[in-house]
């Protein structure tokens, strides 16, 4: 028998599903990747509309489930599906729920794994978590932090999520949702944060942190030699930054050394708590290399303790960027085998 | 048998040492307490003197651990010492090491628990983690932490230092050194802090950075009516800052505002990171009740995504801040005892 899990990804507009095995394979992937519901189906929040979207979201993704496994066992006759692992915004591992987020159109608390237990009831494991913690544990299942037991997963996206190992096992807290580094205040009365505080990390370090500091800068020096100064705010990507800093873009490389001014110093006071072997970086801004890896290195070990000072390791992921929120979201399973044995 | 611990707490000043049984009661402690090895021995940080410094240290606190022992047992004949835990600055749980660091005169890492295995070689539990540790395990075996399982102790005293607590164990990390607060940056260019580094927490809210904040807001307001503009920087105490306060001192009043308000931010993000379901604040300043916890609550509540709204308690410490320090030091050893079981 060939063991492979399910892994679910519900992102803000798609769901992507896929079969993986225990070497971090993926045997099959949902193309295209199903529709995520979207707040413009239930602009008034109604309840009653938010049921039903549930409803049909559930029963479309367990009904794709089904459809992937068979799948697969048309070339593996002989697999042995272990579980589902699903990432998803604001999930509480310990409850299987996913809580009201802005990214969702869901009115209320949604128990999640509760409901997909109900249509797959041959599954004795379906967790989930946020997609951060996720990679966090695909990183160290399949990619760069194998036999790592204290490390902390950053992901740079719309957002900037973090997943923190302990211990060898994910840092749920008290109530399931620790690792929110997006929201630690890293400038004091600084940019507005979408969740309505000031000054969060991610207001500066994610991918849209990035292209607010672009716009911010291009204001400042009222700059219109840069390259960026001609892309529109809603068309800009990391990938534009990366190549104007490649071809020396004063703009460019004055965002980059931005962004790893305030993520080293940020992340400086993440070892300060936690004491972590390594720090890994994913998602676009990534790609960048040493564009951003340089300033946050240099202002991570200029914050640091002395005794801690070269030491932490600062690495990209491992995890490939296309497969890697379906490839984490099925860690889940793996690692819940690992608790039980 | 009566199972006890030895509680060992090295301080700055000076060294405690007691004799502590299940239920955290002190049944013998070391009157006056011993002399730690100061600075002004090793003037010039000679190697041999801090080999002879160390050596002469471990020969008088092992002989004051018997010592301690014997009297114990004269009262009560049939204890049992379970093993030996022990406080002390930059120490390494992992190894049993103390660092090099700015309270001791010694020139090298000093191999603690080894040296004193050697001279009391029928102990098979010695160990040894930084006073905030400690403070936090002995809150969760004696305090007001039993029965939870993730929490953060803060200790306010000279420097600001932390305990974490993440699925009912102390969070070391890689390197042994996790926890140390203190250091995560509030204040980008603030305040100096003694690491070197500028705006750390402990430069705003240990008792020395309430200290600070008075100096710095006598000066503001140019205030010569405050009861503070009559005491001099080395003898004001936060109990004084407290007494003004009580009087409605407008100085003594912004502090704890100000304090609060810094605090209380940086506590918020140590919930983004970790979802505790509890803070606990130990030290003098703690002292002070309502006028420290009422603005650090509402400044932490303000700080914290939607989601943690006033749901983390602030709590003060049921540890006995006389004791503490040997208290906390012996719960080292019932939670390793708890770990071998």
């Known amino acids: 028998m060939k063991q492979v ?17 225990k070497a971090g394979n993926v045997l099959y992937e949902k193309k295209p990747q199903l529709p995520t519901p979207q707040k413009k189906e239930n602009p008034d929040a109604r309840l009653d509309v938010s049921e039903k979207l549930v409803g049909d979201f559930i029963k479309l993704i367990t009904s794709e489930i089904r459809v992937a496994i068979e799948n697969v066992r048309k070339d593996i006759p002989d697999i042995e599906v272990m579980g589902i692992g699903i990432g998803a915004p604001f999930a509480n591992y310990y409850d299987g729920t996913i809580g009201i987020t802005a ?79 997006g929201h630690v205040t890293v400038v004091p009365d600084g940019r507005p944060c979408g969740c309505g505080s000031l000054g969060h990390l991610e207001t500066y370090c994610s991918a849209t942190g990035i292209r607010r500091t672009v716009f911010e800068l291009l204001a400042k ?33 004055e965002v980059f050394e931005y962004t790893g001014e305030i993520l080293g110093r940020s992340l400086a006071d993440t070892v300060h708590y936690l004491s972590p072997e390594a720090i890994f970086l994913f998602g676009g801004p990534v790609a960048a290399g040493e564009l951003l890896f340089a300033p946050t290195k240099k202002s991570m070990d200029h914050y640091l ?17 296309g497969t890697a929120a379906i490839v984490g979201a099925s860690a889940l399973v793996w690692k819940e085998l690992d608790k039980r044995r």
């Open 305 to 321: 303790l002395p005794f801690y000072k070269n030491k932490i390791k600062l690495l990209p992921s491992k995890l490939k960027t």
């Open 221 to 253: 020096y009222n700059n219109n030699e840069s390259p960026l100064a001609n892309i529109a705010f809603n068309d800009l990507t990391s990938k534009m930054v990366f190549e104007a800093a490649v071809q020396n873009d004063p703009i460019a490389l």
């Open 5 to 21: 899990v399910v892994g679910l990804d519900i992102g803000g507009t798609n769901t992507a599903i896929g079969i993986v095995d």
């Open 103 to 181: 990214n969702l159109p869901f009115v209320t608390v949604v128990p999640l794994t509760g409901l997909i237990q109900a249509k797959l009831p041959e599954f004795s494991i379906i967790k989930v978590t946020n997609d951060a913690n996720a990679a966090a544990l695909g990183e160290m299942i399949y990619g760069g932090a194998i036999g790592m037991n204290n490390f902390v997963m950053i992901t740079l996206g719309t957002g900037l999520g973090s997943g923190i190992i302990v211990n060898g096992d994910l840092v749920y807290g008290h109530d399931g949702l620790a690792g929110e580094l």
